[in-house]
């Protein structure tokens, strides 16, 4: 996070008034060596979403369903609805 953290700042601080109006999903790509030490090789500004595989669906959903409640967003229940 903090080699990101330069230019994740700039970008948010020509935003304005960030705390109301938005939030961003960055993508870390982390590779661990033999004795499990992480390695940061890039982080995306926007990463892609889309899905390749089954797996790779459920991932991407649940990210976005954590971003959501994260931010105070409740799903859909259609059991309430009713």
Do not use: H
Not at 36 to 60: A, G, M, R, T, Y
Not at 63 to 79: H, R, S
């Amino acid at each position: 996070l903090i080699s990101a953290e330069v230019p994740i700042v700039t970008e948010l601080n020509k935003v304005g008034n960030r705390q109301k109006c938005c939030f961003e999903i960055y993508g870390f790509d982390i590779m661990f060596d033999q004795a499990l030490k992480p390695w940061v090789l890039e982080v995306n500004c926007l990463p892609s979403l889309s899905s390749s595989s089954i797996f790779d669906k459920q991932v991407k959903t649940q990210l976005i369903c954590d971003a959501f409640t994260l931010v105070g967003f409740l799903g859909y229940n259609k059991e309430i609805m009713r």
